[in-house]
């Protein structure tokens, strides 16, 4: 049965589209390039208390024309759409996010008393990570709002993204647990301690593996660097976008692969000449961004030279450079025609792998990419095992924990953004090396280049859209840590899918839920 307190709430609040009005402006904050943590904890409660307050269909309509008004504006340029098709996708995403809100709303009365809680927040955990498997990954995930807050981030490393996910819809159900019940300690007392004790465990944890754990302090000097603004200016002049959209269609003619042969020489020149400079400066490793318009570009048949020139660079000064290669396929034949590539030249010259990207771009990339295989390459060398990803890669926490069950020591990371997603998208990247305990060097042409230790700490950082110099020099850890999280994987979102049915399950068998007559006080958690 239900308390007096509960059954009577929607008729007992007077102030329902206050609380829309403050979720929807918090909304604007919990994501994306405007977010601001503490919004990321604010908003789930505020839409979370009107949907519980309001007649259930009107509610959750207006909660998810809430989320999609919000998403509209601070997605716009995340998604590389325009006009019906990407409000048509905001719309989607919004109803998927919406989805939590219903559960809870049916299962919640149903179970009653400080358990039912647990069901805002497993149903949140369970769609955002069966979502993760989706085109765009993990990307919008909540976890990344809390970007900067190293004790609670450590928490990745146990239980992936999911935890944090969980904490902070856990917070939005029990401050509206407390609410219901009018903040009367007596009655909130235990389920208020208990919560806090968790969360306070969480950061106290954290802050202890932060200061006692410290990286180890055996470092290399890592350099990232993309093509001078001089380099790219000269390319954008001198290559049509037109011949560039030829080649990636694949209807480029002889003379226009001549042409883009002559414009790519000067990004890669720039590039080659940029890798020595920083080898001469100290580099050990060298990191090439993503390749794009911006970076290094080449023709499959001119690949070879390329890398034999890269190779005599990488030997001459005793260095390990990775090359990220956008390879322009011949024309003619079966698309896509192009290959999205990172090259690692070991300082003996020789090729140490080819990665392939294997998560592509939607509504971009796919179906003008060759996809890879989803294998990332790990190999042993004097500054520690070193791993690649690229880019998109690394919103897929199961893609990336192959290099942390590899044990690897340091993710090297090419990649290629856009003003939208700058900087959220570099920021939370830095997820996957507190997960896996890796160091990760992300360099990226048109975005926000970032290096941080195996616990999240930034290291080095350029901004292509502030930074003249398109170079960012780091020293590196050359020591990971092992982690519960690349072991034992999602386990803590399969605990929480599991959760769910269970209490969806219980709501189903205790049927619709009935008033009391009278209010009675129910059992506090203990703790």
């Known amino acids: 049965m239900l308390d007096r307190s509960i059954a009577s709430t929607r008729s007992a609040d007077r102030l329902p589209y206050l609380w829309l009005l403050l979720a929807t402006a918090l909304l604007f904050f919990s994501g994306g390039r405007w977010a601001i943590p503490l919004a990321a904890w604010l908003a789930p409660l505020f839409l979370l208390r009107f949907v519980r307050t309001h007649r259930p269909l009107p509610g959750l309509l207006l909660a998810w024309l809430a989320r999609a008004a919000a998403a509209a504006v601070v997605a716009r340029g995340t998604f590389l759409l325009s006009g019906a098709e990407y409000y048509a996708v905001v719309v989607l995403v919004a109803g998927l996010t ?78 509206n647990w407390a609410w219901e ?69 694949g209807k480029a003619t002889p003379a226009d692969r001549a042409h883009a042969r002559a414009s790519f020489a000067t990004l890669d020149g720039d590039l080659l000449r940029g890798t020595q400079q920083e080898a001469l400066a100290g580099a050990k490793i060298v990191v090439w961004p993503e390749a794009s318009p911006v970076g290094g570009n080449i023709l499959q048949e001119d690949e070879p030279a390329l890398i034999r020139q890269a190779g005599a660079l990488a030997r001459k000064e005793g260095i390990y450079l990775d090359m990220g290669l956008a390879v322009f396929l011949p024309s003619g034949g079966k698309g896509p025609y192009l290959r999205d590539e990172a090259v690692l030249l070991a300082p003996t010259g020789q090729v140490v792998w080819t990665y392939e990207k294997s998560h592509l771009v939607p509504f971009s990339e796919q179906g003008e990419v060759v996809p890879g295989a989803g294998k990332l390459p ?132 205790r049927g619709r839920p009935r008033r009391a007559t009278a209010a009675r006080p129910e059992p506090q958690p203990t703790l």
């Open 378 to 509: 790990t190999v042993s060398t004097p500054y520690g095992r070193l791993a690649n990803a690229i880019c998109f890669d690394a919103d897929f926490p199961g893609l990336l924990r192959q290099a942390g069950r590899d044990h690897a020591d340091l993710l090297l990371l090419p990649a290629d953004d856009w003003k939208a997603i700058t900087p959220s998208h570099a920021q939370a990247a830095t997820l996957r090396a507190i997960e896996d305990g890796f160091s990760e060097v992300r360099e990226t042409s048109n975005g926000l280049s970032l290096a941080v230790d195996y616990q999240g700490r930034p290291l080095a950082a350029s901004n292509y859209f502030t930074t003249d110099t398109q170079v960012m020099v780091a020293d590196v850890p050359i020591r990971g840590a092992h982690t519960i999280y690349a072991t034992i994987g999602d386990l803590f979102a399969w605990l929480c899918l599991g959760g769910l049915a269970v209490l969806s399950a219980l709501a189903i068998v």
């Open 98 to 175: 919406t989805l939590p809100y219903l559960i809870d709303r049916l299962v919640t009365p149903r179970i009653g008393g400080f358990g039912a809680t647990l069901v805002f927040p497993l149903a949140f955990v369970t769609f955002e990570y069966l979502t993760g498997f989706g085109p765009a990954g993990t990307m919008n995930s909540l976890a990344t709002t809390q970007y900067g807050n190293l004790p609670l981030l450590q928490l990745v490393s146990v239980t992936g993204i999911w935890g944090i996910t969980f904490l902070i819809t856990w917070f939005a159900a029990v401050a």
């Open 181 to 249: 019940r009018q903040f009367a300690w007596p009655q909130v007392r235990g389920g208020v301690v208990l919560y806090a004790a968790i969360l306070a465990a969480v950061l106290l944890g954290g802050g202890a593996r932060l200061a006692l754990f410290p990286p180890d302090a055996s470092q290399v000097r890592v350099a990232g660097l993309s093509p001078s603004r001089t380099a790219v200016a000269a390319f954008d002049q001198q290559l049509p976008t037109a011949t560039l959209s030829l080649l990636l269609a």
